[in-house]
Structures are given as C-alpha cells and as structure tokens.
C-alpha cells in the first residue's frame, strides 16, 4: 500500500451520477424518475413511507468511499459535485462535511438537472488541479459515466494514477479501461449489500402496474435509514425527522468501540488490496486509520503504544513478529463481531 509521503489524491465525485445510479440499480430503470426521488423530501408528514424505504434502501456509503481513496495516500483534494438545495442531496452534506468534503454548488438551469453541469466542471477542475498541482499522485473519479473517458485518458497522460468507482450496471466499459484501477461500488470494503439485495428483490417482485400484490400479514417497510455498513462512525443520513442536521452527541459516543470500527476497517482496505490472509505491516494500517480518521490516537484510550491497542483488539486482529517488524490480520468472521 502507498505511504502517505509518496502519494497525494484528489478525490472527486459526481454525486447526483452515484446517487441515481445506486437507486436505479436497486428498484429498476428510470426509477430514480419514476419515484420522483429528485423533489422528494422524506422529512415531510405527507411523504410516502413506500418510496422513503426505497430510498432509505439505497443510501450510497460514502464513507467507504472516502475511506478507499485514502488508502492510496493523504488526500488533498476532496470535492462533491450536486445541487446542494434538493433535499435527496441535502441530507447528505452533514455526513460530507464531517470528511472534509468541500461541497461545489452547481444550480440547475434545465428540467433535467444538473447533470451535464457536474460532468463539465468536475473534468475543468481536475484538469486545473493538475497543472496546479504538481505533485498531486492520484486522481480518483466517483462516476460511471462515459463522458470521463477523456479525462482519464489525459489524467494518465500527464503521469497521474486514475482510479474510478462506479455502480454496476452504470458504468462505461470504456471509462473502466481508460481508468488504471477500476472498483464497483459493491466490492468496496465494508459495504453490506444485504438489506439493498433484499430491497431489489422486493421491487422486482412487484406488479408492472406499481401495485403490491396482496399478501397475507405482510410487514409495512421500515422507513429509517439503512446502515450502509457494519462498521461505521458516521450515520448514513445525517438527519432524522425529529432532528435535522444534528450529529450524535459526545456522550454517547463510545471511543473504544469507534477507535474498534476504524481498525476493522483499515484491515479490510489492506486485506482488499492484497490476499485475504496477508500479513500487514501494522505502521502501514496506523497511518490508514490516521488518514481515515485524522484524531485517532491510541493514548487518550488508555494505550502506552499502538501495540497495546493492538493487543487489546485480539479477538478481531492477529499480531505476529517478523524480525523488526510487527504484522497484523483480520483474524477470520472479525467483521461480524462487535
């Protein structure tokens, strides 16, 4: 894995291109149109429950996604595309500015949106950022758009490594073969698509007129947001209906079991970019977690060294010596424990 010192990203992302195209992988073509997902507001009393669990069901992790792009290295630029006032996009930004996302405003002047909008200035900005930019490494492009391809290509011709992330079933061939590294959104570590798959299956399910076949007792779906991921410190919408925009409070917060998920984590990112069952030099998955969640430190937990935090963890993670070094690995189902 590259160390923060040689590497330097730029992460940017076209959200309304992920957002709709993780919707219409769910719950089907045009869906994301068809539910008018784009003015709906589920925070409203008259919202119907039906399509707010569909949402809910389809929330994108965008902390796996931040979280996979740091492990190339310390990212220095880190830009969201969307219209910020519609409120599928709003309830986001509480979740976004807690990375350190800057959210880039883009106002629709069509009935179509924004779309055309985020592609052209996402691709003016990366090309900016790096003549700008000289030493910026990596260029990591969340989108599945074919309108990229250019930019990848003359990302790589002037010596940058391209990664792209796009959702299966929306993404170009072609944008993945210009890209250097390509990654489905679903492979991505930590990303829990079991309640999603059973959203799908749901709706595909349903009759083509839009109404549910009558079953016996069946059970209303749960509109609260789905938890994207098992491990996770940041909640997925970062609003409710009793509370908008408000963050869990400090008290409530256990730091073991935070500093815990963020462990969990930075082993599955090592593990993914490597075999299952390698070793991991333990300074390489400190400084994954330090880029991940820059105020982690082991001493306020009560730890002499990063070793002792280690050691405490050994019913999730194995530690062995090899010379000087010290290596770690998930220990096997680690991911189910908490």
Not at 34 to 42: A, E, S, V
Not at 178 to 203: K, R, V
Not at 276 to 295: C, F, H, V, Y
């Amino acid at each position: 894995m590259t160390e923060p010192n040689d590497a330097r990203v730029g992460l940017y992302i076209d959200f309304d291109n992920i957002v709709i195209s993780r919707y219409q992988q769910l719950h089907g073509r045009n869906a994301f149109q068809r539910d008018g997902i784009r003015d709906f507001d589920r925070t409203r009393r008259d919202a119907d429950p039906e399509v707010a669990a569909k949402l809910a069901a389809a929330t994108v992790d965008f902390n796996a996604i931040i979280d996979f792009a740091a492990s190339f290295g310390t990212l220095v630029v880190n830009r969201a595309y969307a219209d910020w006032s519609v409120p599928v996009n709003a309830s986001y930004q509480r979740q976004l500015m807690s990375r350190a996302v800057d959210l880039t405003q883009l106002f629709t002047t069509t009935t179509r949106g924004t779309k055309n909008g985020a592609d052209i200035r996402l691709a003016v900005d990366v090309v900016e950022d790096l003549f700008r930019l000289p030493d910026l490494t990596h260029v990591i492009i969340i989108a599945g758009d074919s309108d990229y391809i250019a930019l990848a290509q003359k990302s790589k011709r002037l010596g940058r490594f391209v990664v792209g992330i796009g959702v299966a079933g929306s993404t170009s061939t072609s944008l993945a073969a210009a890209c250097d590294e390509f990654e489905d959104y679903d492979s991505l570590p930590g990303i829990d698509n079991s309640t999603a798959t059973a959203a799908a299956a749901a709706t595909a399910e349903r009759p083509k007129s839009g109404r549910r076949a009558p079953e016996p007792a069946e059970t209303a779906p749960d509109p609260t947001p789905v938890e994207a991921r098992k491990f996770t410190t940041i909640p997925m919408f970062s609003h409710t209906d009793d509370a908008q925009f408000d963050e869990p409070e400090a008290d409530d917060i256990d730091p073991q079991l935070v500093a815990t998920e963020l462990l969990v984590r930075a082993l599955q990112i090592g593990h993914a970019k490597g075999d299952a069952d390698e070793w991991l030099n333990t300074g390489t998955i400190k400084n994954q977690m330090r880029r991940m969640d820059p105020s982690f430190n082991e001493k306020p937990l009560g730890f002499r060294s990063f070793t002792d935090f280690l050691s405490s963890r050994s019913d999730l993670a194995e530690l062995k010596e090899d010379g000087p070094q010290r290596l770690i690995r998930l220990r096997p189902g680690a991911e189910t424990k908490r």
